[in-house]
């Protein structure tokens, strides 16, 4: 049963365009999100994060966006750079400190020069 | 240097061989994670520690056994490797709602595990 769904396997957008990684879930009890990054080779590094009280977060290129009723957040990349071409995971939290972190099965976005 | 490290960063073994693969960190973090990548399957949560003297299975903790040696080693064992534990496994850790920003995770390199 998959908690955290990202539909899209791959995202492909040319440079300086804006790429949007969705990621749906389904326990309303989750509380906290966040995308992650990974490189191939190497582990996966956090990006942003999104906390239940809000529904947008932005930090210079990257923007996440929750809607709660939908149960769907996305990842918007603005402008698209060929180094953001990577597996973009999205995770959730549930509610109260467990520390586990349910993770979708990632998105790889591929950005054409 | 790497804040969270991983050894072996990859490994090939055989059918019914024990494998323990090492996590160590220098973050200062109680909480540790392991965690398995398959394609198709994101990050799935194999054991995780939330100091030296707590265990706690995962998702996906059959076939697996992990140590928590001290704050800043975790150790996963598997106890006799089968095809189907050939993956890219993960160690993570985090603090304790550090800065604000939620319990973010570290994570490792990765070890890339194949069993023949």
């Known amino acids: 049963d998959q908690q955290v769904k990202q539909n899209s396997p791959s995202l492909s957008v040319q440079e300086g365009r804006i790429s949007i990684l969705n990621c749906d879930y389904t326990n309303s009890m989750f509380d906290y999100f966040l995308w992650y990054k990974k490189y191939p080779a190497e582990g996966p590094t956090f990006l942003i994060s999104i906390s239940s009280i809000k529904d947008k977060n932005e930090d210079g290129r990257f923007t996440v966006f929750l809607n709660k009723s939908a149960k769907h957040l996305s990842l918007h990349i603005v402008p698209s750079q060929p180094g953001d071409s990577a597996v973009y995971f999205c995770?959730?939290?549930?509610?109260?400190?467990?520390?586990?972190?349910?993770f979708g099965q990632g998105t790889t976005l591929q950005v054409k020069p | 240097d790497a804040d969270v490290t991983q050894t072996p960063r990859n490994r090939i073994t055989k059918t019914g061989k024990r494998i323990m693969l090492e996590c160590s960190q220098t973050k200062g973090h109680d909480r540790m994670y392991w965690y398995r990548q398959d394609p198709g399957l994101g990050l799935r949560l194999i054991y995780y520690?939330?100091?030296?003297?707590?265990?706690n299975k995962g998702e996906i903790s059959d076939g697996y056994s992990v140590s928590r040696q001290a704050q800043a080693k975790f150790s996963l064992s598997l106890e006799s490797a089968i095809p189907n534990q050939t993956a890219l496994y993960f160690c993570a850790t985090s603090d304790l709602g550090a800065s604000g920003k939620g319990n973010e995770q570290f994570f490792g390199p990765g070890t890339r595990l194949t069993v023949l």
């Open positions: 520690s939330f100091d030296v003297k707590d265990i």
């Open positions: 995770a959730a939290f549930g509610s109260g400190n467990t520390g586990k972190l349910i």
